[in-house]
């Protein structure tokens, strides 16, 4: 029997009779982390990391029936002994590890393999058939460390305070800002939208210690931000209320900013290479230290990625889903 198969509804696990970050309401899905893309309402029932869980409540509503469990944890389904252990790409993001008379696979989710200091780090898991994303699967993609990474958003801080300028830095809600706030502990005040504070919820109910910051609504008056740092999230980009803001100067944290021309993305001040995802490297050393004899690449190059992989001996071959690039999701919000 079959334990993968790719439906319209999403990734199925046949014996097990459950999917995987399904995209269309089914009976129980199993979540490997909180975007968008991957976690969507109307399930029956879900199942994640315990640190997930908060993040659910939040962003599909508090009523629904889910289940937390730790990394690492066995649970039978339906015969099928089903784990989570860590993916590195935010707080409690998991991948899927599926064992069924002895055949393994694992579904990865989003994954990073830098560790940020924040997320659980990756944790390579062996097994016969593989599912990885490709989200940044071109050689052109490298990351700095996360070190260099945290200090250039210092630097630019310092260089914009010079110049009697307000830091505004874009980035995710879930992650991406959370990061931005770890690097910029104890430059100056943070101020951030409230939509990224009602995540650092997730991020506290988890024991993560994130720096001290103040709320803000655009809506209001805007005169106490100036000269301060303020973190936003992708949606209020062009938005009158953003552009109101005292002597800005803006930046977007993404990993698309490592390519020249998508710096100038929006008109930005400024962008930095900051990614929840893995690089190049970062990709094929996780794929390598799985071990599978299969490897089935999902969004992003997949056509690049996979190719690259046949050609150094990794059976792989692409696969559609309807994920999507978390950095580029956006909500929709009040100022």
Same mark, same amino acid.
């Given at each position: 029997?079959?334990?993968?198969?790719?439906?319209?509804?999403?990734?199925?696990?046949?014996?097990?009779?459950?999917?995987?970050?399904?995209?269309?309401?089914?009976?129980?899905?199993?979540?490997?982390?909180?975007?968008?893309?991957?976690?969507?309402?109307?399930?029956?029932?879900?199942?994640?990391?315990?640190?997930?869980?908060?993040?659910?409540?939040?962003?599909?509503?508090?009523?629904?029936?889910?289940?937390?469990?730790?990394?690492?944890?066995?649970?039978?389904?339906?015969?099928?002994?089903?784990?989570?252990?860590?993916?590195?790409?935010?707080?409690?993001?998991?991948?899927?590890?599926?064992?069924?008379?002895?055949?393994?696979?694992?579904?990865?989710?989003?994954?990073?393999?830098?560790?940020?200091?924040?997320?659980?780090?990756?944790?390579?898991?062996?097994?016969?058939?593989?599912?990885?994303?490709?989200?940044?699967?071109?050689?052109?993609?490298?990351?700095?460390?996360?070190?260099?990474?945290?200090?250039?958003?210092?630097?630019?801080?310092?260089?914009?305070?010079?110049?009697?300028?307000?830091?505004?830095?874009?980035?995710?809600?879930?992650?991406?800002?959370?990061?931005?706030?770890?690097?910029?502990?104890?430059?100056?005040?943070?101020?951030?939208?409230?939509?990224?504070?009602?995540?650092?919820?997730?991020?506290?109910?988890?024991?993560?210690?994130?720096?001290?910051?103040?709320?803000?609504?655009?809506? $209001? #008056?805007?005169?106490?931000?100036?000269?301060?740092?303020?973190?936003?999230?992708?949606?209020?980009?062009?938005?009158?209320?953003?552009?109101?803001?005292?002597?800005? =100067?803006?930046?977007?944290?993404?990993?698309?900013?490592?390519?020249?021309?998508?710096?100038?993305?929006?008109?930005?001040?400024?962008?930095?290479?900051?990614?929840?995802?893995? #690089?190049?490297?970062?990709?094929?050393?996780?794929?390598? =230290?799985?071990?599978? $004899?299969?490897?089935?690449?999902?969004?992003?190059?997949?056509?690049?990625?996979?190719?690259?992989?046949?050609?150094?001996?990794?059976?792989?071959?692409?696969?559609?889903?309807?994920?999507?690039?978390?950095?580029?999701?956006?909500?929709?919000?009040?100022?």
């Amino acid at each position: 029997m079959k334990l993968l198969q790719f439906t319209s509804k999403g990734i199925y696990c046949v014996p097990g009779r459950f999917y995987i970050d399904p995209w269309r309401p089914v009976d129980l899905a199993i979540i490997t982390h909180g975007h968008a893309d991957h976690a969507r309402s109307g399930m029956k029932k879900y199942l994640c990391h315990h640190f997930t869980r908060p993040i659910l409540y939040s962003r599909i509503g508090s009523g629904i029936d889910c289940q937390g469990v730790a990394y690492g944890e066995i649970i039978d389904i339906n015969g099928v002994k089903v784990s989570l252990h860590p993916a590195g790409h935010i707080i409690g993001s998991a991948q899927i590890r599926m064992e069924y008379k002895g055949y393994v696979a694992v579904v990865s989710g989003d994954y990073k393999t830098q560790d940020d200091g924040l997320s659980t780090p990756f944790e390579p898991v062996k097994c016969h058939e593989f599912v990885s994303e490709s989200t940044f699967g071109l050689p052109v993609y490298h990351w700095l460390s996360i070190g260099e990474q945290e200090n250039m958003l210092r630097n630019w801080v310092e260089h914009n305070r010079q110049n009697g300028k307000t830091s505004v830095f874009i980035g995710y809600s879930l992650g991406k800002s959370q990061r931005i706030m770890k690097a910029l502990d104890g430059v100056d005040e943070l101020h951030v939208h409230y939509s990224i504070a009602k995540l650092n919820e997730a991020y506290e109910s988890a024991g993560v210690q994130l720096p001290a910051y103040q709320t803000i609504d655009l809506r $209001e #008056d805007k005169k106490h931000l100036d000269g301060k740092i303020v973190l936003l999230p992708p949606a209020l980009v062009d938005n009158p209320a953003m552009k109101k803001i005292p002597n800005m =100067a803006y930046a977007i944290c993404s990993g698309w900013m490592q390519i020249r021309g998508a710096r100038r993305w929006r008109s930005a001040d400024a962008g930095f290479a900051i990614s929840d995802h893995a #690089d190049w490297q970062g990709l094929i050393a996780a794929i390598k =230290a799985t071990g599978a $004899e299969k490897v089935h690449i999902t969004h992003g190059q997949t056509a690049v990625f996979s190719k690259y992989l046949n050609e150094i001996g990794i059976a792989a071959d692409e696969v559609k889903t309807q994920y999507g690039d978390d950095e580029e999701v956006v909500e929709k919000l009040d100022v």
